[in-house]
Nanobody, 114 residues
C-alpha cells in the first residue's frame, strides 16, 4: 500500500516562500501523473498543480507563475515550490495521484499572514 507523507509547511508572511515535499513509500515513477491539492478551512479540497512522469506541468490559474511542481523519481518525492505567497494560499496541502488514487496523507499546513 502506497503511503504519502507531506512536509515543509509553516507560517510565512505575504510574499514569502515555502517548499513542500511529498514522500511516497513506493516508486512514484510508475504513478504517472502526480498532483498537489489544497483544502482551505470550510472548503473542499481543490487541485493546485500536476506533473507527468516526463515532467510536463500544469497549474491552477491562481498559482500559475508563483508555484512550481517538480519530482525526483529516484527519491520518490514530489515537490511544490511556492513563491510570492498570499493569504488566500492558506490551506492544508496534499499530494496524490489523480482522483485520489492512494490513501490521503495527513497534509501539511501552510499559513500566510497578511
Amino acid at each position: 500500500q502506497v503511503q504519502l507523507v507531506e512536509s515543509g509547511g509553516g507560517l510565512v508572511q505575504t510574499g514569502g516562500s515555502l517548499r513542500l515535499s511529498c514522500a511516497a513509500s513506493g516508486s512514484i515513477f510508475s504513478f504517472g501523473f502526480m498532483n498537489w491539492y489544497r483544502q482551505a478551512p470550510g472548503k473542499q479540497r481543490d487541485w493546485v498543480a500536476t506533473i507527468s512522469s516526463s515532467g510536463t506541468t500544469n497549474y491552477e490559474r491562481s498559482v500559475k507563475g508563483r508555484f512550481t511542481i517538480s519530482r525526483d523519481n529516484g527519491k520518490n518525492t514530489v515537490y511544490l515550490q511556492m513563491n510570492s505567497l498570499k493569504p488566500e494560499d492558506t490551506a492544508v496541502y496534499y499530494c496524490n495521484a489523480p482522483g485520489g488514487q492512494f490513501p490521503w496523507g495527513q497534509g501539511t499546513q501552510v499559513t500566510v499572514s497578511s
